[in-house]
């Protein structure tokens, strides 16, 4: 496969130096992806960059903010580059986890689900699935009490809806953050490029292209006093 295109671009000089100085001894593949889950979660922020999901892996270490597409991708790259075998899974997520994050106003006019990604990485011949480095730790912690306190199972970027939460490196065991939520399984891929050119990929219509900055930028907003509000 080309990798010209491709939005987990593992051999970009700053994924592998990045890589490098993650990962310097590190033994066990599972201490590996640790360092890598660490860094995605809590160096790249959870939050929204100008440009939606095709977003190069680099790009966003450049950016410092991302979601889970953005941040799928570039777990990927880095587990790549760490020579650990790994893929992108893409399905539809319920847009009623975006509560609290998201301008109230906005959901009237969106669809019930948008798109969503996780990570697999590839760990002892399985497969496994991963996607608890979505909210860095500061954000989740409120976020989490905000949604329990709200009584509801999806908002703030946290689905409680299996039970269980979880911002901390698992495959599952603890928990996950959005997998909960997932509604509509679209199966695993090489590249998120692969995926956003396909029909399963839901696109914004014209006028909500339009006006996606500003609601980024509310949403972004929303985010940071989350983070920022005391314990």
């Not at 609290?100 to 969106?110: D, E, H, K, T």
């Not at 497969?127 to 480095?133: E, G, M, R, V």
């Not at 953050?177 to 995926?195: I, N, Q």
Request: net charge positive; charged share 20%.
């Amino acid at each position: 496969m080309s990798t010209v295109n491709q939005l987990s671009d593992s051999e970009h000089p700053t994924i592998t130096n990045l890589v490098s100085r993650l990962t310097y001894g590190n033994k066990t593949r599972s201490e590996v992806v640790e360092s890598l889950f660490v860094y995605v979660r809590d160096q790249v922020r959870f939050g929204f960059p100008r440009v939606w999901d095709e977003v190069k892996a680099s790009e966003t270490i450049y950016y410092g903010v991302g979601y889970c597409n953005t941040k799928a991708t570039l777990m990927v790259a880095l587990c790549r580059a760490a020579g650990i075998p790994a893929r992108l899974h893409f399905g539809l997520i319920d847009i009623r986890i975006m509560r609290g994050i998201l301008p109230r106003i906005v959901f009237p006019f969106l669809p019930k689900v948008g798109g969503h990604s996780w990570t697999e990485v590839q760990l002892n011949d399985d497969w496994k699935p991963i996607d608890s480095y979505i909210n860095d730790k500061p954000f989740y912690q409120n976020a989490l009490d905000r949604l329990q306190a709200s009584g509801r199972s999806l908002g703030y970027s946290i689905s409680l809806e299996s039970g269980k939460s979880s911002c901390e490196f698992n495959f599952g065991e603890q928990g996950f953050v959005h997998m909960g939520a997932v509604r509509e399984d679209h199966g695993t891929w090489e590249d998120a490029s692969d995926y956003f050119a396909t029909d399963k990929y839901p696109r914004f219509a014209a006028w909500q292209k339009a006006l996606l900055p500003i609601i980024l930028l509310m949403a972004n907003r929303n985010v940071t006093r989350l983070r920022q509000r005391p314990q």
